[in-house]
């Protein structure tokens, strides 16, 4: 603290008061202060490396997902760690399973384990004791989404955007009553695609039916359960847009007779191509962001401190079936 | 090592022998050292466990496997999260992607970052290494593969007599050109697979006929082309078996026309019910072998110091039609 005042040319109760938040202090001294800090921590940290990588040997990462049952994350992981082993290190990997006390459970944990970065996949909760490793020299990239009260480069996919297409396929067809099928809504990614989904049906003219919208489907047989309480409704989807791989699982298995729905999820599946009819998917790479995020990571370890950036990715959209199909009972193509 | 001496009643000189494993050291003199570097070990380890409790926060195991990206690993390393976040533990996980270096640099990492234990899916090579470190205190387990030279508690699937089931499946539907596409033969498992590939042709009469064998399939392409080469053979089978979910994935990518092959795989897969005709497979549950080797490493963590277990879990053999397909052209049944 008496360093960066003495670097910074203020008291150590400004540099206090700035390291804290507190009001009252000039954006310029802020700045000053800033800068002392990330010089004096960049020095330490570099200190503080060498010695770490004598006493640990591997310099090692951490990264922090979701869940690392769900396919997305494993092959993120596994494009991580690849990244990572081109570059001598070792990645150090967790589940937050959405929780925010776990998720700082699994970050204190790998930061006592001083790894030289972070990835991490953010639940919904503030993510602004991060700040206080962060000014210790750890370097933290978000994927997937974004963290709040946190500005760190970040890399998403075109998660509205992509949504708004899907429906708008299903539209296309002919379908008017299209349920949306999604997650928890404080998932950032999942609140994004459900916006994308209002914007489709908003251009088309056609007010969302809240009967027709689920969220807070974190299962398979969630998913299943809503799917098949949906079709007992009066006047029941023709289409369904799932949010997410697990969702869409779900849907498939409560699919079946009578007569399938029109059908687009996001995110692909393995054998998506061969089911009957072949599963039209919003394809995101999970190898592609793991692979950008670790990049950024490695290049803010190597010392590059430039403002944060936001990268996102492209999806595709996998036209094969499924969104294209109409039941009998389905609404004349309009 | 003075310690341990005393403790032993024997010379420095001699623990040093001991230790280093040299050769004119009675079997008695080398069990009392033994006990007393295990006593004593012990005690440090308790001592090492309480203060790095202290220093590191939240406790941690380890767990090593093949290659996350691989969904049987992936939802085993989920599972033992699962376990160990239920006793106030944090998860390190990497993978080797089977390399007995990378195996030992992400081992090396783990202890260094003084995890309590490892859960270890073991490569190929030799683990006398790990003595070191489970003198150190680290207690190890190892699943889905015994590791060679190291006697530790380990969790594995009947894979033998398992795949000697599938294989008499398809002997029992006709077929007696039936191929097996295996990964590498130095895998533990692999070799265990396809000796029970052997034992079922072997009980029938059958001389296994080595055109139709094909190790070292690593991923989905690599299968898929030997299996679209097996196919152009003069004499080709009709039906193979696959011995792991990856090799599976391949081979469905060339089916397809000419009329299909009679199929069974190793591993069940995310929507094999709705393929058509839908897979037939063993089924193995990463879920409960990740568990069984998690609950056995905490009762080693928490001080028992019983003789190694070996606990095998049985497979599930699920019918679905692939395994009960036969070509136009295969032979008559049997």
Known sequence: MKDVARAAGVSPMTVSRVVSGAPGVTPETAAR???????????????ARSLRQKNLGTSTIGLVVDDLANPFYALMARSVEDEAHRRGHVVLVGSTNDEPQ??????????????????????SGSHGFLKRQMAGGTQVVCVDRPARGLAVDTVTVDNRAAAGRAVTHLLGHGHTRIAYLGDRYDIWTQAERHAGYRDALAAHGIPEDPALV????????????????????????????TSNDVITLGVLDA?????????????????????????????????ALGGTAANLLFSRIA????????????????????????????????
């Open 303 to 334: 010392g590059d401190r430039s403002a944060p950036r936001s990268v996102v990715l492209l999806t595709r959209f996998v036209i094969r079936g499924s969104g294209e199909h109409r039941t009998a009972a389905g609404p004349a193509r309009g």
């Open 102 to 123: 776990r998720e700082r459970e699994v970050i204190a944990a790998f930061t006592a384990r001083q790894v030289d970065g972070l990835i991490l996949v953010p639940t």
């Open 255 to 287: 699919l079946g007779d009578p007569a399938p729905l029109g059908l687009v999820g996001f995110d692909d599946l393995p054998l998506a191509e061969r089911l009957t009819p072949p599963l039209t998917v919003v394809s995101q790479d999970p190898v």
């Open 214 to 241: 689920r969220h807070e489907l974190r299962s398979q047989p969630q998913a299943r359960a809503a799917l098949a309480a949906l079709r007992t409704l009066p006047d029941p989807p023709t289409a369904v847009f």
């Open 33 to 47: 202060v800033g800068q002392a800090v990330r010089k004096l921590g960049y020095q330490r940290n570099d200190n």
